[in-house]
């Protein structure tokens, strides 16, 4: 699971202390680094649920996980 934004991070803080393990919040606030970190983070097989307001964009990261694992 991985948790992206300001308000994710409060919800990370709670998964890890309800034993949740593999949540990782890795970005408060977008940066041009985040699609290639959140692509690196992905093992073939993986599922990719992206679900975030609009103003997040979350479409984003597409490109990068193409360019790793091609298009679906």
Known sequence: CVLIGP?????AAALSE???EG???IAREWSDALPG???ALLEPGDV???KGSRDM???????AIERR????
Do not use: K
Request: net charge neutral.
């Open 7 to 11: 308000r994710f991070c409060e919800a």
């Open 37 to 39: 970190q959140v692509a």
């Open 69 to 72: 694992f091609g298009p679906p």
């Open 18 to 20: 309800a034993g949740e």
């Open 57 to 63: 964009a979350l479409e984003r990261l597409l490109p």
């Open 48 to 50: 990719v649920l992206l």
């Open 23 to 25: 949540t990782r919040t």
